[in-house]
């Protein structure tokens, strides 16, 4: 068989956390879908991946298990501020951990009930150029005379100017010294984001509109 071409390449999921049992569910899941998505690793903890794993890696992202008991939100930031980007999977898919996997950095955030097609979908979009809101994020309550912010953190707000004030994504790495890839996730971050509260940005102009709304800039910084 020959081998694939660079549009038939599969999305790689390296899978953090959860029981074996889990992994091996969401292994056979994944090997139905189309476009392909393959498993590379299986890491017992976050420290193992951080430890294997220490820069992102094109066409790669993290499923991270976060358990239903004390999920360890800070070992999921420490691996979204390495510029992986990842979707967390839990059983508890309250809008408290949804609103904490968001502000952690996470791309999206889908339950563990949730059909495979759901997971699929995160995982594709995880690595591209649109955001993907799974169903229960897209839920989040909120006011509809009030805007919704989302939760930015530090880095992605850095990010998200310097993209503003530079001409590509490679200028933006030479002043924050980070890899463009690392820049590419933040900005995808940025988007799941406002997608999942209702106030989606496809487009630079469009982001540049909602960091103006959220007081992140002004017209004078651009």
Same mark, same amino acid.
């Given at each position: ?20 049992v889990v992994c091996a569910g ?30 992102? $890696? ?21 691996? %979204? ?9 839990? %059983? ?7 609103? $904490? ?31 993907? $809101?799974?169903?229960?994020? $897209?839920?989040?309550p909120h006011d509809a005379h ?72 002004s017209v004078d910084d651009l």
């Open positions: 068989m020959p081998p694939p071409t660079d549009g038939e390449r599969p999305t790689s999921v390296a899978i953090v956390g959860g029981h074996r969401v292994e056979t899941w994944l090997k139905g879908s189309h476009p392909r998505v393959e498993v590379i690793g299986y890491f017992a903890s976050p420290a193992e991946f951080a430890a294997a794993h220490p820069r992102a $890696a094109a066409d790669a992202v993290v499923l991270f298990d976060l358990p239903c008991e004390g999920p360890d939100f800070d070992a999921l930031r420490q691996i %979204c501020e390495a510029g992986h980007p990842v979707i967390a999977y839990t %059983c508890s898919i309250t809008d408290d951990v949804v609103s $904490a996997a968001e502000a952690a950095g996470a791309v999206s955030c889908v339950g563990k009930h949730e059909p495979e097609h759901v997971l699929t979908a995160a995982v594709r979009s995880a690595r591209g150029d649109h955001p993907h $809101a799974a169903p229960r994020m $897209a839920q989040a009030r805007i919704v912010r989302p939760t930015l953190s530090r880095r992605e707000r850095q990010v998200l100017i310097a993209w503003f004030q530079t001409e590509n994504k490679h200028a933006v790495a030479e002043r924050l010294y980070i890899e463009p890839s690392t820049v590419a996730t933040h900005l995808q971050r940025v988007r799941a984001k406002y997608a999942a509260v209702g106030r989606p940005a496809p487009t630079k102009a469009a982001l540049v509109a909602r960091a103006i709304q959220d007081d992140i800039l």
